[in-house]
């Protein structure tokens, strides 16, 4: 097996962020016409975009909807570059989108959710970069919260020599109603990000929301949790865009939420934290101390369980539980989901170790 070149990878040249206002790459979500690319990257570039975005091959998710103006709007991205010396960015899906935006000279490549989900579409695009390191590739989570299938898809890009690499939040798919387009699950990311600390995460909150409306609170929200930057969607005449529109906003609108955005500090440091920081660390040593005595009665139970012919799972003593707790929920501060959450999880692993001993023939 070969290293893992996701853990080489270097910074991404474009990211700037000047203290006081996040990164933001921004941009419509399909290149329409010449004017309409020219015109939306002007007014971005003179709020103080630096990377512009634009879809030309349009993955959606219903046919017969505008798929993109395809291969000619590499032209457009060229002459965006050339005129306002902004770095050019666009979705790829196949090794025919790579080698034109390669030969277009466009900076930055996504793959969008939808690719990201298939590791044949993903490798395709890999094996067209093979050595292209003068490229950066940012991957979009994949449609389902699979972090591993995320990975995947990184490592395929490092593997083909990128190193320039990023990773971008975008949400994930749902059944029914919601109301975000798709569900953030933000540990997803935040795992990502333990397991590789280097590499950028942006968040899309345009995606994410599908409304205009959740595009400053999401923001925030990736801010606060310390995401490298925003993906958004911006139009010059959002209302009329032909993709995305009730999620798209005008340059001006995107510089009124920028403007509004807080930056906290990083990794500020007071005595006073480290104080509460120590008692956190001394309730998670009690967690950790009772649930280990809470698994050793359950295996108790177990032995009992197994001596006695009785069932493993027996719901109406869990359901009885699970009310009790429920019951004391407002008393302890702690929401009803919160300890439903926790509760099920202690009873799925109590259930585990409980088939465990059956099944051990020494016991
Ligand atoms: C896009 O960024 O325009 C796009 C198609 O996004 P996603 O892959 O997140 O749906
Ligand atoms: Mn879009």
């Known amino acids: 097996m070969k290293d893992n070149l996701l853990n080489n990878i270097t910074p991404l040249p474009f990211v700037m962020s000047c203290g006081s206002t996040p990164f933001v790459i921004a941009g419509p979500c399909s290149a329409e016409s010449l004017e309409q690319t020219l015109e939306t990257a002007r007014a971005l570039k003179s709020i103080g975009i630096t990377v512009f975005r634009a879809g030309l091959w349009k993955p959606r998710t219903l046919p017969g909807t505008f798929e993109g103006v395809g291969a000619k709007g590499l032209e457009w991205l060229r002459l965006v570059k050339h005129e306002t010396g902004m770095t050019?960015?666009?979705?790829?899906?196949?090794?025919?989108?790579?080698?034109?935006?390669?030969?277009?000279?466009?900076?930055?490549?996504?793959?969008?959710?939808?690719?990201?989900?298939?590791?044949?579409?993903?490798?395709?695009?890999?094996?067209?970069?093979?050595?292209?390191?003068?490229?950066?590739?940012?991957?979009?989570?994949?449609?389902t919260p699979d972090l591993d299938l995320w990975i995947g898809a990184l490592q395929r890009i490092a593997n083909a020599g990128v190193t320039m690499i990023g990773a971008i939040l975008r949400g994930f798919s749902h059944y029914g109603n919601n109301y975000y387009r798709n569900v953030p699950e933000w540990q997803v990311a935040i795992e990502l990000n333990r397991r590789y600390p280097h590499l950028p995460i942006f968040c899309d909150p345009?995606?994410?929301?599908?409304?205009?409306?959740?595009?400053?609170?999401?923001s925030q929200q990736a801010i606060d949790m310390g995401f490298d930057g925003l993906f958004i969607e911006s139009h010059c005449s959002p209302d009329e865009a032909l993709s995305d529109k009730d999620q798209q906003i005008s340059p001006q609108e995107l510089k009124n939420i920028v403007n509004s955005l807080i930056i906290r500090e990083k990794n500020l440091s007071t005595e006073t934290l480290e104080v509460l920081r120590q008692h956190i660390d001394a309730c998670d040593n009690e967690l950790l101390n009772i649930l280990s005595k809470r698994i050793e009665v359950c295996r108790m139970i177990g032995t009992y369980k197994k001596e006695?012919?009785?069932?493993?799972v027996q719901t109406n003593r869990y359901d009885t539980i699970l009310q009790k707790c429920l019951n004391q929920a407002d008393d302890l501060g702690l929401s009803r989901e919160f300890l439903k959450t926790i509760m099920s999880a202690i009873h799925q692993e109590s259930v585990r170790q409980q088939i465990e001993i059956m099944n051990d023939n020494a016991v």
């Open 206 to 218: 345009s995606h994410m929301g599908g409304k205009r409306n959740l595009i400053a609170p999401l």
């Open 308 to 312: 006695n012919g009785m069932q493993v």
């Open 88 to 143: 050019v960015a666009t979705e790829v899906a196949t090794r025919e989108h790579v080698e034109a935006a390669i030969d277009a000279g466009i900076d930055v490549l996504w793959i969008g959710a939808r690719t990201c989900t298939d590791p044949f579409a993903v490798q395709e695009i890999a094996d067209a970069l093979n050595g292209h390191n003068e490229i950066a590739v940012l991957v979009k989570n994949p449609v």
